[in-house]
Protein backbone atom coordinates (compact mmCIF):
# COMPACT_ATOMS: atom_id res chain seq x y z
CA UNK A 1 0.00 0.00 0.00
CA UNK A 2 0.97 3.53 -0.24
CA UNK A 3 1.46 5.23 2.40
CA UNK A 4 1.51 9.03 2.90
CA UNK A 5 4.91 9.72 4.88
CA UNK A 6 4.21 9.75 8.88
CA UNK A 7 5.64 11.67 11.48
CA UNK A 8 8.66 9.17 12.04
CA UNK A 9 9.68 9.03 8.54
CA UNK A 10 9.69 12.87 8.00
CA UNK A 11 11.64 13.05 11.41
CA UNK A 12 14.29 10.36 10.40
CA UNK A 13 14.29 11.76 6.34
CA UNK A 14 15.09 15.28 8.14
CA UNK A 15 17.81 14.05 10.42
CA UNK A 16 19.38 12.63 7.45
CA UNK A 17 19.27 16.25 5.69
CA UNK A 18 16.42 16.36 3.48
CA UNK A 19 14.94 19.88 3.68
CA UNK A 20 11.93 19.12 1.98
CA UNK A 21 10.99 16.88 4.87
CA UNK A 22 11.72 19.33 7.32
CA UNK A 23 9.19 21.60 5.40
CA UNK A 24 6.76 18.87 5.60
CA UNK A 25 7.26 19.15 9.67
CA UNK A 26 6.65 22.71 9.36
CA UNK A 27 3.51 22.45 7.69
CA UNK A 28 2.85 19.46 9.84
CA UNK A 29 2.87 21.29 13.30
CA UNK A 30 3.37 25.08 13.02
CA UNK A 31 -0.68 25.29 13.75
CA UNK A 32 0.19 23.59 17.48
CA UNK A 33 3.00 25.77 17.53
CA UNK A 34 0.91 28.89 16.63
CA UNK A 35 -2.01 27.53 19.00
CA UNK A 36 0.41 26.99 22.19
CA UNK A 37 2.48 30.29 21.65
CA UNK A 38 -1.18 32.41 21.31
CA UNK A 39 -2.56 31.90 24.23
CA UNK A 40 -0.32 34.06 26.06
CA UNK A 41 -0.87 36.89 24.38
CA UNK A 42 2.50 38.17 23.42
CA UNK A 43 3.05 41.10 21.06
CA UNK A 44 3.61 39.93 17.43
CA UNK A 45 7.89 40.69 17.95
CA UNK A 46 8.00 38.12 20.82
CA UNK A 47 5.43 35.36 19.44
CA UNK A 48 7.54 35.71 16.67
CA UNK A 49 10.59 35.26 18.28
CA UNK A 50 8.99 32.21 20.40
CA UNK A 51 7.96 30.78 16.81
CA UNK A 52 11.72 30.70 15.38
CA UNK A 53 13.14 29.65 18.79
CA UNK A 54 11.46 26.51 18.82
CA UNK A 55 12.44 25.85 15.48
CA UNK A 56 15.55 26.54 15.76
CA UNK A 57 15.51 24.01 18.97
CA UNK A 58 13.60 21.47 16.82
CA UNK A 59 16.89 21.43 14.77
CA UNK A 60 18.84 20.96 16.99
CA UNK A 61 17.44 17.92 18.77
CA UNK A 62 16.20 16.68 15.58
CA UNK A 63 19.26 13.88 16.18
CA UNK A 64 18.13 13.19 19.72
CA UNK A 65 14.70 13.24 19.69
CA UNK A 66 14.24 9.53 20.92
CA UNK A 67 10.45 8.66 19.75
CA UNK A 68 9.41 10.90 17.02
CA UNK A 69 6.00 10.04 17.93
CA UNK A 70 6.31 12.08 21.14
CA UNK A 71 6.93 15.11 18.50
CA UNK A 72 3.71 17.33 18.77
CA UNK A 73 3.89 16.89 22.89
CA UNK A 74 8.18 18.18 22.53
CA UNK A 75 6.64 20.97 20.81
CA UNK A 76 4.09 22.22 22.37
CA UNK A 77 5.91 22.10 25.51
CA UNK A 78 9.15 24.05 24.09
CA UNK A 79 6.30 26.41 22.50
CA UNK A 80 4.55 26.96 25.89
CA UNK A 81 8.74 26.98 27.84
CA UNK A 82 9.91 29.89 25.74
CA UNK A 83 6.41 31.62 25.52
CA UNK A 84 6.63 31.95 29.39
CA UNK A 85 10.22 32.50 29.35
CA UNK A 86 8.93 35.71 27.04
CA UNK A 87 5.90 36.85 29.52
CA UNK A 88 8.70 36.31 32.24
CA UNK A 89 11.04 38.45 30.61
CA UNK A 90 7.92 41.20 29.50
CA UNK A 91 7.25 41.38 32.96
CA UNK A 92 10.68 42.23 33.84
CA UNK A 93 11.62 45.14 31.14
CA UNK A 94 7.57 46.73 31.86
CA UNK A 95 8.26 46.53 35.86
CA UNK A 96 9.14 49.94 35.89
CA UNK A 97 5.66 51.11 34.11
CA UNK A 98 2.87 51.61 37.23
CA UNK A 99 0.15 50.69 34.04
CA UNK A 100 1.75 47.72 32.96
CA UNK A 101 -0.86 44.83 32.65
CA UNK A 102 1.59 42.14 33.18
CA UNK A 103 2.07 43.52 36.82
CA UNK A 104 -1.40 42.43 37.56
CA UNK A 105 -1.04 39.16 36.16
CA UNK A 106 -0.79 36.17 37.77
CA UNK A 107 0.45 32.96 37.74
CA UNK A 108 -3.14 31.30 37.07
CA UNK A 109 -3.50 33.84 34.11
CA UNK A 110 -0.96 31.81 32.05
CA UNK A 111 -2.15 28.68 30.50
CA UNK A 112 -1.50 25.91 31.91
CA UNK A 113 -0.25 21.90 31.07
CA UNK A 114 -3.89 21.08 30.85
CA UNK A 115 -4.21 23.70 28.28
CA UNK A 116 -1.29 22.32 26.64
CA UNK A 117 -2.79 19.17 26.82
CA UNK A 118 -6.23 20.28 25.36
CA UNK A 119 -4.47 22.17 22.32
CA UNK A 120 -2.59 18.78 21.72
CA UNK A 121 -5.89 17.00 21.45
CA UNK A 122 -7.30 18.97 19.33
CA UNK A 123 -4.74 19.49 16.78
CA UNK A 124 -4.50 15.72 16.51
CA UNK A 125 -7.80 15.46 15.07
CA UNK A 126 -7.46 18.67 12.88
CA UNK A 127 -4.55 16.93 11.62
CA UNK A 128 -6.38 14.40 10.82
CA UNK A 129 -9.03 16.65 8.66
CA UNK A 130 -6.09 18.21 6.94
CA UNK A 131 -4.57 14.62 5.66
CA UNK A 132 -8.12 13.61 5.14
CA UNK A 133 -9.29 16.61 2.97
CA UNK A 134 -5.53 15.85 1.16
CA UNK A 135 -6.88 12.83 0.37
CA UNK A 136 -9.66 14.17 -1.20
CA UNK A 137 -10.01 14.67 -5.42
CA UNK A 138 -9.29 18.61 -5.40
CA UNK A 139 -12.68 19.36 -7.10
CA UNK A 140 -14.39 17.50 -3.72
CA UNK A 141 -11.63 19.32 -1.64
CA UNK A 142 -11.98 22.73 -3.12
CA UNK A 143 -16.05 22.80 -2.88
CA UNK A 144 -15.37 22.36 1.02
CA UNK A 145 -12.80 24.80 1.17
CA UNK A 146 -15.11 27.80 -0.48
CA UNK A 147 -18.17 26.34 1.80
CA UNK A 148 -16.04 26.77 5.21
CA UNK A 149 -14.08 30.01 3.81
CA UNK A 150 -14.49 32.80 6.41
CA UNK A 151 -16.62 34.85 4.93
CA UNK A 152 -18.29 31.97 3.30
CA UNK A 153 -18.04 31.75 -0.63
CA UNK A 154 -21.26 32.88 -2.34
CA UNK A 155 -22.84 29.59 -4.25
CA UNK A 156 -22.89 31.57 -7.68
CA UNK A 157 -19.38 32.25 -7.02
CA UNK A 158 -18.66 28.46 -6.59
CA UNK A 159 -21.05 27.15 -9.27
CA UNK A 160 -19.08 29.20 -11.57
CA UNK A 161 -15.35 28.31 -10.18
CA UNK A 162 -16.01 24.52 -9.87
CA UNK A 163 -18.43 24.46 -12.95
CA UNK A 164 -21.27 22.41 -11.13
CA UNK A 165 -24.64 24.00 -11.33
CA UNK A 166 -25.69 25.88 -7.55
CA UNK A 167 -28.42 23.23 -7.42
CA UNK A 168 -26.27 20.33 -7.01
CA UNK A 169 -23.80 22.30 -4.09
CA UNK A 170 -25.87 20.25 -1.60
CA UNK A 171 -25.67 16.99 -3.22
CA UNK A 172 -21.87 17.13 -4.04
CA UNK A 173 -21.20 18.67 -0.42
CA UNK A 174 -22.77 15.70 1.48
CA UNK A 175 -20.73 13.49 -0.79
CA UNK A 176 -17.70 15.22 -0.10
CA UNK A 177 -18.36 14.98 3.64
CA UNK A 178 -19.14 11.38 3.59
CA UNK A 179 -15.78 10.85 1.28
CA UNK A 180 -13.70 13.31 3.74
CA UNK A 181 -15.45 11.13 6.53
CA UNK A 182 -14.17 7.89 4.97
CA UNK A 183 -10.51 8.68 3.80
CA UNK A 184 -7.77 6.93 5.44
CA UNK A 185 -6.83 9.64 7.57
CA UNK A 186 -10.32 9.88 9.47
CA UNK A 187 -10.79 6.08 9.23
CA UNK A 188 -7.59 5.77 11.43
CA UNK A 189 -8.49 9.26 13.79
CA UNK A 190 -11.48 7.01 14.70
CA UNK A 191 -10.28 3.73 14.79
CA UNK A 192 -7.45 4.50 16.80
CA UNK A 193 -7.99 2.93 20.63
CA UNK A 194 -6.66 6.67 21.72
CA UNK A 195 -8.22 8.79 19.14
CA UNK A 196 -7.04 12.03 20.86
CA UNK A 197 -4.06 10.35 22.70
CA UNK A 198 -0.57 12.21 22.37
CA UNK A 199 1.15 9.09 22.06
CA UNK A 200 -0.88 7.98 19.70
CA UNK A 201 -0.38 4.08 17.60
CA UNK A 202 0.52 3.12 14.35
CA UNK A 203 -1.74 4.33 11.39
CA UNK A 204 -3.20 7.28 13.37
CA UNK A 205 -0.24 9.80 12.21
CA UNK A 206 -0.59 10.05 8.66
CA UNK A 207 0.43 13.41 6.77
CA UNK A 208 -0.06 14.79 3.24
CA UNK A 209 1.88 13.45 0.66
CA UNK A 210 4.53 16.58 -0.05
CA UNK B 1 -12.16 11.63 26.16
CA UNK B 2 -13.24 12.30 22.58
CA UNK B 3 -16.60 12.82 22.25
CA UNK B 4 -16.48 11.36 18.56
CA UNK B 5 -14.93 8.26 19.70
CA UNK B 6 -17.93 5.65 19.18
CA UNK B 7 -19.84 7.19 15.99
CA UNK B 8 -18.04 8.89 13.03
CA UNK B 9 -18.58 12.50 12.80
CA UNK B 10 -21.75 13.76 11.58
CA UNK B 11 -22.24 16.07 8.12
CA UNK B 12 -22.23 19.51 10.47
CA UNK B 13 -19.84 18.72 12.65
CA UNK B 14 -17.06 17.44 10.17
CA UNK B 15 -17.95 20.59 8.48
CA UNK B 16 -17.24 22.25 11.64
CA UNK B 17 -14.06 20.62 11.48
CA UNK B 18 -13.13 21.51 8.26
CA UNK B 19 -13.34 25.17 8.82
CA UNK B 20 -11.94 25.67 11.99
CA UNK B 21 -8.91 23.46 10.64
CA UNK B 22 -8.57 25.86 7.72
CA UNK B 23 -9.31 28.76 10.04
CA UNK B 24 -6.06 27.49 12.21
CA UNK B 25 -3.46 26.95 9.26
CA UNK B 26 -5.41 30.80 8.08
CA UNK B 27 -4.21 32.18 11.46
CA UNK B 28 -0.39 31.43 11.26
CA UNK B 29 0.68 34.97 11.09
CA UNK B 30 3.12 36.50 7.89
CA UNK B 31 6.61 35.09 8.34
CA UNK B 32 6.03 32.49 10.76
CA UNK B 33 6.61 29.65 8.28
CA UNK B 34 9.39 31.17 6.51
CA UNK B 35 11.55 31.74 10.19
CA UNK B 36 10.64 27.76 10.67
CA UNK B 37 11.39 26.44 7.32
CA UNK B 38 14.39 28.35 7.50
CA UNK B 39 15.41 26.81 10.93
CA UNK B 40 16.55 24.29 8.94
CA UNK B 41 19.90 25.94 7.35
CA UNK B 42 20.96 26.00 11.36
CA UNK B 43 21.26 22.14 10.92
CA UNK B 44 24.86 20.99 11.47
CA UNK B 45 25.65 16.98 12.55
CA UNK B 46 29.27 17.83 13.72
CA UNK B 47 29.00 20.42 16.12
CA UNK B 48 29.58 20.27 19.56
CA UNK B 49 26.03 21.74 21.74
CA UNK B 50 26.55 23.35 24.66
CA UNK B 51 23.50 22.86 26.78
CA UNK B 52 21.86 26.42 28.49
CA UNK B 53 22.80 25.14 32.09
CA UNK B 54 22.17 28.42 34.37
CA UNK B 55 19.36 31.46 33.31
CA UNK B 56 19.04 33.97 35.61
CA UNK B 57 15.64 34.62 34.10
CA UNK B 58 14.15 31.17 34.68
CA UNK B 59 15.51 31.97 38.35
CA UNK B 60 12.44 32.16 40.28
CA UNK B 61 13.49 35.53 42.03
CA UNK B 62 13.28 36.93 38.37
CA UNK B 63 10.56 38.38 38.57
CA UNK B 64 10.73 40.40 41.11
CA UNK B 65 13.81 41.68 39.95
CA UNK B 66 14.10 45.33 38.32
CA UNK B 67 15.34 45.50 34.54
CA UNK B 68 18.03 47.13 35.14
CA UNK B 69 19.88 43.78 36.16
CA UNK B 70 22.03 41.72 33.78
CA UNK B 71 20.66 38.61 32.81
CA UNK B 72 23.48 35.71 33.14
CA UNK B 73 23.71 32.86 30.81
CA UNK B 74 25.73 29.63 31.72
CA UNK B 75 26.12 26.87 28.82
CA UNK B 76 28.47 23.79 29.07
CA UNK B 77 29.00 20.83 27.71
CA UNK B 78 32.21 18.25 26.70
CA UNK B 79 34.58 19.95 29.23
CA UNK B 80 33.57 23.51 28.46
CA UNK B 81 31.93 26.25 30.00
CA UNK B 82 30.96 29.48 29.04
CA UNK B 83 29.10 32.35 30.72
CA UNK B 84 27.44 35.84 29.70
CA UNK B 85 26.14 38.66 30.69
CA UNK B 86 23.53 40.22 28.40
CA UNK B 87 23.33 44.12 29.40
CA UNK B 88 21.37 46.66 27.24
CA UNK B 89 24.34 47.42 24.56
CA UNK B 90 27.22 44.69 25.74
CA UNK B 91 27.75 41.19 26.41
CA UNK B 92 30.35 40.33 29.12
CA UNK B 93 31.74 36.68 28.84
CA UNK B 94 34.32 34.31 29.97
CA UNK B 95 35.01 30.53 28.73
CA UNK B 96 37.03 28.25 30.08
CA UNK B 97 40.53 28.50 28.08
CA UNK B 98 40.83 31.46 25.22
CA UNK B 99 39.32 30.97 22.21
CA UNK B 100 37.71 32.97 19.67
CA UNK B 101 33.88 33.54 20.36
CA UNK B 102 31.02 34.86 17.83
CA UNK B 103 27.48 35.64 18.91
CA UNK B 104 25.28 34.25 16.08
CA UNK B 105 22.02 35.67 15.44
CA UNK B 106 18.95 33.35 13.85
CA UNK B 107 19.31 35.73 10.68
CA UNK B 108 22.63 35.34 10.02
CA UNK B 109 24.25 38.10 11.24
CA UNK B 110 27.48 37.59 13.54
CA UNK B 111 30.04 39.31 15.95
CA UNK B 112 33.10 37.77 16.96
CA UNK B 113 35.51 38.68 19.82
CA UNK B 114 38.55 37.06 21.37
CA UNK B 115 39.01 35.73 24.72
CA UNK B 116 41.75 36.85 26.54
CA UNK B 117 44.04 34.61 28.27
CA UNK B 118 41.82 34.24 30.91
CA UNK B 119 38.86 33.82 29.14
CA UNK B 120 37.04 36.71 29.43
CA UNK B 121 35.94 38.70 25.98
CA UNK B 122 33.29 41.30 25.52
CA UNK B 123 31.18 42.29 22.65
CA UNK B 124 29.49 45.77 22.39
CA UNK B 125 26.31 45.00 20.32
CA UNK B 126 23.01 45.69 20.97
CA UNK B 127 20.74 42.08 21.37
CA UNK B 128 17.10 43.40 21.90
CA UNK B 129 14.74 42.93 19.13
CA UNK B 130 16.88 41.11 17.36
CA UNK B 131 15.80 37.77 17.82
CA UNK B 132 17.34 34.38 19.26
CA UNK B 133 21.15 34.47 19.08
CA UNK B 134 24.00 31.56 20.35
CA UNK B 135 27.65 31.50 20.61
CA UNK B 136 29.84 29.82 19.11
CA UNK B 137 33.24 28.77 20.39
CA UNK B 138 36.33 27.62 18.51
CA UNK B 139 38.60 25.54 20.07
CA UNK B 140 41.34 24.16 18.10
CA UNK B 141 39.42 22.91 14.88
CA UNK B 142 36.46 22.51 16.60
CA UNK B 143 33.26 24.35 16.81
CA UNK B 144 31.17 24.10 20.25
CA UNK B 145 27.62 26.27 19.56
CA UNK B 146 25.61 26.47 22.27
CA UNK B 147 21.33 26.31 22.65
CA UNK B 148 19.56 29.18 21.02
CA UNK B 149 18.23 31.82 23.44
CA UNK B 150 15.91 35.14 23.23
CA UNK B 151 18.29 37.93 24.64
Not at chain 1, 168 to 192: N, V
Request: proline content about 7%; aromatic content about 6%.
Amino acid sequence: MDEPPTVLSLVAAARDGDAGAWDALVEEFLPLVHGVVRRFRLSPADAADVNQTVWLRLVEHLGDLRDPRALPGWLATTARREALRAVESGRRTTSIDPQGPALDGVPGDLPGEADIAEDLLRDELRRAVRAGLAELPTQRRRLLEMLMDDPPVPYDEISSTLKIPVGSIGPTRARALRQLRDTRAMRAYTASPDPAGASGGEGGHHVPVQ
Amino acid sequence: MSPFSESPFGDDELEGLVGETLAADREVPDGWREAARAAYAWRNVDEELLALTFDSEREPAAAVRGDDEARTLEFSGDGLTLEVELTGGRVLGQVTGAGEVVLEWADGRTASAIADGSGFFSLDTPLADGGPVRFCVRRGGARLVTEWVVP
